[in-house]
């Protein structure tokens, strides 16, 4: 099993800044990507970005420039910058790993609020 423990949400004003990140515990050898979901209310859940063990980095577009993804092997956090933050970013972030062999797993999520 894989334990993810997210932090850094909070409110923060259109154009602003903010920095979740998530710590993994426990299975993590076997964690082969790591990445954050958000979900607005009424919404479905979706990709916001996620970095694969290999390196390689995928974001949704409407993040795409504004929202950084990084990884601490060391400390086997996952990290998302995000700048220039809008109103419509608004959601609950949750952080996400896919291990190989155990599937996937979700940390408990985080709020995030921009006002405008």
């Known amino acids: 099993q894989v334990q993810l423990v997210e932090s850094g949400g909070g409110l923060v004003q259109a154009g602003g800044s903010l920095r979740l990140s998530c710590a993994a515990s426990?299975?993590?050898?076997?964690?082969?990507?790591m990445g954050w979901y958000r979900q607005a209310p009424g919404k479905a859940r979706e990709l916001v970005a996620t970095?694969?063990?290999?390196?390689?980095?995928t974001y949704a577009d409407s993040v795409k420039g504004r929202f950084t993804i990084s990884r601490d092997n060391a400390k086997n956090t996952v990290y998302l910058q995000m700048y220039s933050l809008k109103p419509e970013d608004t959601a609950v972030y949750f952080c996400?790993?896919?291990?190989?062999?155990?599937?996937?797993?979700w940390g408990q999520g985080t709020q995030v609020t921009v006002s405008s």
């Open positions: 426990g299975s993590i050898f076997g964690i082969a990507a």
């Open positions: 970095s694969t063990s290999g390196g390689s980095t």
């Open positions: 996400h790993s896919y291990a190989i062999g155990l599937g996937d797993f």
